[in-house]
């Protein structure tokens, strides 16, 4: 298994599209942080590209980096290998290349610019995300069996995620504004790993904005020690969820 | 004990002198002497004090209430009061006990006294002309009930409130029908309700004082010619919590104070004709709530740094000018460069309209969703109030901070 990541991550370097995407982050939170003159501005414009491009490219690279490399898994396939180690090597060498490129990209200029609780929380977010990111990737490549069709899932899958999710979000709280919905919005915002990432930033972020009524009903859960520990235990459910279920369907898999 | 004739006397009271209680050395005074209390404890239940006379502490002697007494009460002019320890006043739901009590006064002074447990702290009631300072005053209750004021004037008249320290109270300073006072350089923190609940009081003053962690920040009520200069008002926090709630105010000039991390910084309805001018915002949730039943009231040169909303209204009329401020959120150029922006600068977010109508709404802050919307809204505004703009936004802050 060790080469089979060891191999991978060799192979996506060598793509250059990590290296750019690596560059890329680097590029923007340099210019974030040197151009504003606040932090907090910069901070603001960081955690717009943690919650929108680092999902987007996460899946959107790892499916077509799965379709492209179905020779290569046949190959593999065919070898004694047991199937669950090639799957779970693939997964690690992709979510390992992203929490590199993201820890470059993102995480040198949040340590030089912004070493606070805040940039910390991006940076923990920023890599669950990517992590997470992969392995619903990965469900997709492997539930579909057409390229085209897959990434146009994993697009609409990155719409839903960070756009549509939270339109019906704001559509539900409308529509039940007059009772206390607090509490199931807590619940509600647990299936979209985006959302729990951004509120536990938004807590670190915004806290005087949200100490108030309702603010302090969210803050009472996600700013406790047992709030935090669920939130992270819920992105890690989101990690192990899809990967488990992709590598059952993996394993049963006429390639 | 030595006395020369025509001349003030001096009294001392102490273990090893010859009057051992303070309420016998003030029964032998005469009018304008000093009474000298040495270092000690003395449990002397309530001190009357109905002669012009200096009530001097030497090495800060405790007089202790045991929970039942009002400590010192003065019914005289000119009294001094000056470096006691004074402890465990009375509770109670009828009277107000205090630590200090001036009745119907004119020139005390109040000074270097420590109170500790006591319900209300310094109190006076038709005071003119009274000196009240560098005390520290703390109290530790729990409930609004069990505790009182600070320092709570009622009905008084040119009071000077100077270098206090103020913790734990109900209200930190507690101003009713009290004008032409000055309250500077005090600082109130960690008070039940209030740092300074101020109501019914024209023509006064509070400059370079700090209100800090108290529960329900700074209320300013029904008055008019109030000048607040260069407060700190910072981290009051939870929903009722405002760095100042300015309620009816009129006539008032709010200049250079500091507004740092408060759930929103300042609150107003029914304020006009008031200027606030160089006031700083910083990392606030709202800095201002600004209700549409304001008029008249100028904002320039003040500087909004790093809040998560800037202005939130609850209606469309706007009949305040906003005009001259900086705004760190302000996204327009400056084509002349003469320091002025050329667009003007809209501080309602299209978001702090919709979470006023409905709180649990700030839970998707920050996503990308609200950004759309706040995009879009900047580009036709439909639901925020089109008149509430600064024309004239400042491309640099106007002071150094």
């Known amino acids: ?255 | 004990m030595y006395s020369l004739p025509g001349m003030c006397g001096i009294i001392h009271v102490g273990k090893s002198e010859k009057i051992k209680t303070i309420k016998e050395a003030i029964s032998h005074a005469n009018e304008r002497d000093t009474v000298l209390v040495h270092g000690g404890y003395y449990k002397e239940g309530n001190i009357f004090i109905s002669k012009k006379i200096v009530l001097k502490g030497i090495d800060l002697p405790t007089l202790d209430g045991e929970n039942k007494y009002q400590i010192i009460s003065v019914k005289a002019n000119g009294v001094v009061i000056d470096g006691f320890k004074i402890v465990h006043s009375g509770t109670s739901s009828l009277e107000d006990i205090a630590g200090i009590k001036l009745y119907d006064v004119r020139d005390a002074v109040v000074q270097n006294n420590v109170l500790d447990d006591t319900f209300f702290g310094i109190y006076t009631q038709r005071g003119i002309n009274c000196l009240i300072q560098n005390n520290v005053l703390t109290s530790a209750r729990k409930q609004e009930q069990a505790s009182g004021n600070g320092i709570h004037c009622w009905k008084s008249d040119s009071m000077r409130i100077i270098n206090n320290t103020i913790k734990g109270h109900r209200d930190g300073i507690y101003f009713e029908f009290v004008t032409n006072s000055v309250i500077w350089r005090n600082v109130s923190t960690s008070n039940l309700r209030y740092g300074l609940h101020f109501m019914f009081s024209n023509s006064d003053s509070y400059i370079s004082n700090i209100f800090r962690y108290n529960g329900a920040g700074v209320s300013v009520m029904f008055s008019h010619h109030v000048k607040m200069f260069n407060n700190y008002f910072e981290e009051n926090w939870g929903d009722g919590a405002y760095g100042i709630l300015l309620k009816e105010i009129a006539d008032s000039y709010i200049d250079g104070n500091h507004f740092i991390k408060n759930t929103s910084a300042i609150y107003m309805e029914g304020v006009s004709r008031t200027i606030m001018v160089k006031n700083v915002f910083r990392n606030n949730g709202w800095a201002l709530k600004i209700q549409a039943s304001c008029m008249e009231t100028e904002l320039h040169n003040n500087v909004f740094l790093g809040n998560t909303f800037d202005v939130g209204t609850n209606g469309s009329l706007v009949l305040n000018n906003f005009d001259g401020n900086y705004w760190d959120k302000y996204e327009g150029y400056d084509l002349n460069k003469n320091g002025i922006g050329d667009l003007p600068y809209r501080p309602v977010s299209m978001y702090s309209m919709i979470v006023e109508r409905n709180p649990p709404a700030m839970i998707l802050f920050h996503s990308f969703m609200t950004s759309l919307l706040d995009k879009t809204e900047k580009v036709l505004p439909t639901l925020t109030p089109e008149n509430l703009a600064d024309t004239k936004p400042l491309m640099k802050l106007p002071f150094h901070l």
């Not at chain 1, 490399?69 to 693939?90: D, H, N, T, Y």
């Not at chain 1, 146009?152 to 719409?159: C, K, S, Y």
Request: net charge positive; hydrophobic share 60%.
């Open chain 1, 1 to 255: 298994m060790k080469k089979i990541i060891k191999y991978i991550i060799t192979d996506i370097l060598r793509n250059k599209i990590i290296l750019s995407y690596t560059a890329f982050l680097l590029a923007i939170s340099f210019t974030i942080f040197s151009l504003e003159d606040n932090s907090t501005k910069g901070l603001l414009s960081l955690l717009n590209i943690v919650l929108i491009i680092v999902p987007l490219i996460s899946i959107i690279f790892s499916t077509i980096y799965i379709y492209n490399s179905a020779e290569f898994i046949e190959l593999l396939v065919s070898q004694p290998l047991q199937r669950k180690k090639i799957w779970l090597g693939l997964f690690t060498g992709l979510a390992g290349s992203f929490t590199i490129a993201f820890l470059i990209g993102a995480g040198i200029p949040i340590i030089l610019f912004e070493a606070t609780a805040v940039g910390f929380m991006i940076l923990a977010v920023g890599i669950l995300l990517s992590i997470i990111f992969v392995a619903i990737a990965m469900l997709a490549a492997v539930k579909i069996r057409d390229k085209a069709k897959g990434i146009g899932v994993t697009i609409l899958l990155w719409l839903y995620f960070s756009l549509l999710f939270d339109g019906i979000v704001l559509f539900l709280l409308f529509q039940f504004s007059d009772y206390p919905i607090e509490k199931p919005m807590i619940g509600v915002s647990m299936l979209n790993p985006i959302d729990i990432g951004r509120i536990l930033i938004l807590l670190k972020m915004d806290v005087s904005a949200l100490m108030g009524y309702t603010g302090a009903v969210f803050k009472d859960f996600f700013g406790t020690t047992a709030g935090m520990i669920t939130s992270f235990l819920v992105l890690a459910m989101w990690m192990i969820c899809p990967l488990l279920i992709s590598l059952r369907k993996f394993d049963r898999k006429d390639l």
